[in-house]
């Protein structure tokens, strides 16, 4: 059996007030720090994981630092885990990208399987990299506990695919930072036994 547990970077500027934050090269925030700390202590007292794999941006990085050292093992990058390439809108704040293009910008929202970011991704090309993802990780650990870091946007990317939901589902699945997902998968049957679970974090006075 492989068991995927999912992760989010934890806290970032431009999660609140929003931006469209993609490829920004972002730190974590002492806020952000706390929570991968949190999530490490989680991980590494119920998994046994073999290995983690990380978005190569730097919160994601850090966030994989922590759980790999509570856990006693490395992190490695993995490129298809990155967050979605919002081109021109990349740090532009909800109001920037609003008043760039307010039809794209409604569009995104509404029926976000219908656009392209310009000078950037689709969902399509997303969730094409989550499920390289998931044919590597099932294909190389057919047998351990691997823990995947990264975005909000690929997270639910490879949800959908998991669940086997459509791309027009993108909004319904919410992932907070550093929420533990938790999914099995055992030759065709995949089993999804926890979606963005929080409880290690509700020591974090000040979570934003």
């Not at 925030?29 to 590494?44: H, K, P, Y």
């Not at 920037?96 to 969902?123: N, V």
Request: glycine fraction near 8%.
């Amino acid at each position: 059996m492989t068991k995927i547990v999912l992760t989010r970077h934890g806290h970032v500027e431009g999660i609140k007030p929003e931006r469209f934050r993609g490829r920004e090269p972002l730190e974590l925030t002492t806020l952000g720090r706390q929570e991968a700390a949190a999530v490490a202590a989680r991980i590494a007292g119920r998994f046994r994981p073999h290995s983690v794999y990380t978005s190569p941006m730097r919160r994601c990085v850090a966030t994989g630092a922590a759980i790999a050292a509570a856990c006693g093992i490395s992190a490695g990058t993995c490129d298809d885990l990155n967050d979605i390439d919002y081109g021109a809108w990349q740090f532009k704040s909800f109001a920037e990208a609003e008043a760039l293009d307010a039809g794209l910008f409604a569009t995104w929202f509404a029926t976000p399987q219908l656009i392209r970011f310009p000078g950037g991704e689709s969902l399509q090309d997303l969730v094409a990299r989550a499920g390289n993802v998931l044919r590597i990780v099932v294909a190389q650990h057919p047998d351990d506990t691997v823990v995947l870091i990264g975005h909000d946007s690929i997270n639910r990317a490879l949800l959908l695919l998991l669940l086997d939901q459509p791309l027009s589902a993108y909004w319904r699945v919410a992932q907070d930072p550093c929420c533990l997902n938790e999914i099995d998968i055992v030759g065709g049957t995949i089993q999804v036994r926890r979606i963005n679970e929080t409880s290690h974090l509700e020591a974090l006075v000040s979570r934003s």
